[in-house]
């Protein structure tokens, strides 16, 4: 295994998140009430998702306490002013605070795509994603391969702090484990992260290699908080949580200051409340009915199609309604038949006969999302040669994608 640089950590302290009252989290000058994440998913947590996963919060906990962090999207894009970029930017308008999600590979972008959000007002957070394991990333020097480049690595974080300073809006980093098992970069991440300002780290507990497959390994997250001591920013953790449990399960074991949660929330948007229940020591909201759910899924293609109108909500829908009928007792043909919804009236004429359902789903809380297998990463030709290296990647790497 390649030994990590040993950076000397700073003498006595503790992490500031250690400060924060008993369920909240702090990240630079923003407090949120709950230590509870929502991982950006590309082509996922649109601000229809994001306002669904508030709406079911509010309604089964009396509040809104979440951080609720907006699709990935990229630096350059942003810069240029792409439209279905600036698109992806939107906020609802009681949306508080406006977390967005940056996918970077150049100082240069970073800075100025961060600059913007400064000076246009975009956004009160700024999450900076260095953990997308696609090929079609990695392979031109994207995503999870950048920490393997130490100082390229610097250099990004330091322009989005830069480009911030003076202000409210605290920059976060997002990162894996390391490439391989023979190449781990999270403990050098996370120091230089802290280093150059950064508000807050999280790490996705899997290698790039092992993409979402297998077990996130919460040791290293365990390792990062030990390693991570005295920086005095918080550190959130990621990586199989799929119910209220695995999320205090996490917290207990690790030490970690919050948690991340990406696919264990795709068809079950109410999840956010029952973390946040849990780890503010309240009572867990019971998980909805059937019937419930049917309602859940007409109020996403409606909050959907006021995003983007309902032609490409109802279609963008389709992908969700495995994830929302997982585990009810529904038989392939009503399944198949909302995989082919061309309308908001024809979605609601194909629920209406359920209702009124009091089913319960099986095994609600079992993981769910992609797996995959493991693989080799694909990488530029050279670049595990020299870390120190700082050249920025090749054209292409900043094309958008999902990951984390």
Not at 5 to 12: K, N, Y
Not at 103 to 120: C, F, G, L, R, S
Request: charged residues 25%.
């Amino acid at each position: 295994m390649t030994t990590q640089t040993d950076i000397t950590q700073p003498a006595g302290g503790e992490r500031a998140a250690a400060g924060a009252p008993a369920g909240q989290l702090r990240i630079g000058s923003l407090t949120v009430d709950s230590p509870v994440v929502l991982a950006p998913m590309a082509g996922v947590t649109n601000v229809a998702f994001r306002t669904l996963c508030r709406e079911q919060e509010k309604e089964r906990t009396g509040t809104v306490a979440g951080l609720y962090v907006c699709e990935m999207v990229t630096a350059r894009a942003l810069v240029e002013r792409n439209e279905k970029t600036l698109h992806m930017t939107t906020f609802a308008p009681d949306e508080d605070p406006r977390s967005l999600q940056l996918y970077t590979v150049d100082p240069k972008y970073t800075y100025e795509a961060a600059k913007m959000i400064v000076d246009e007002n975009l956004a009160d957070h700024i999450d900076m994603n260095f953990g997308c394991p696609v090929p079609k990333i990695t392979r031109r020097g994207g995503g999870s391969a950048i920490p393997y480049k130490r100082k390229l690595f610097r250099s990004i974080v330091a322009a989005a702090v830069k480009a911030t300073e003076g202000t409210d809006i605290p920059v976060t980093v997002k990162f894996r484990v390391g490439i391989d098992d023979e190449h781990h970069t999270h403990l050098d991440s996370g120091r230089i992260a802290a280093d150059e300002g950064a508000a807050a780290v999280a790490l996705h507990a899997r290698t790039a290699a092992q993409r979402y497959s297998g077990e996130a390994d919460w040791d290293e997250i365990t390792r990062l908080v030990e390693h991570m001591d005295g920086t005095g920013i918080p550190v959130l953790g990621n990586g199989d949580i799929f119910a209220a449990a695995d999320a205090q399960l996490m917290m207990d074991q690790t030490g970690c200051d919050g948690v991340v949660v990406g696919r264990g929330c795709l068809g079950r948007p109410w999840l956010f409340a029952e973390l946040s229940a849990q780890l503010r020591g309240e009572e867990i909201p019971q998980e909805p009915t059937f019937g419930e759910v049917t309602r859940i899924i007409y109020r996403h293609a409606e909050l959907l199609a006021a995003h983007d109108g309902e032609d490409r909500a109802t279609r963008d829908l389709r992908k969700h309604m495995g994830w929302y009928l997982r585990g009810f007792p529904v038989g392939g043909e009503f399944r198949a038949s909302l995989a082919k919804i061309t309308s908001l009236a024809d979605l609601r004429e194909k629920l209406a006969p359920y209702a009124d359902s009091t089913a319960r789903a099986e095994d609600a809380d079992g993981a769910r999302g992609r797996k995959g297998s493991p693989a080799k990463v694909a990488l530029p030709d050279g670049w595990l040669n020299d870390p120190e290296d700082d050249a920025v990647a090749e054209a292409g790497a900043e094309l958008m994608n999902s990951g984390g």
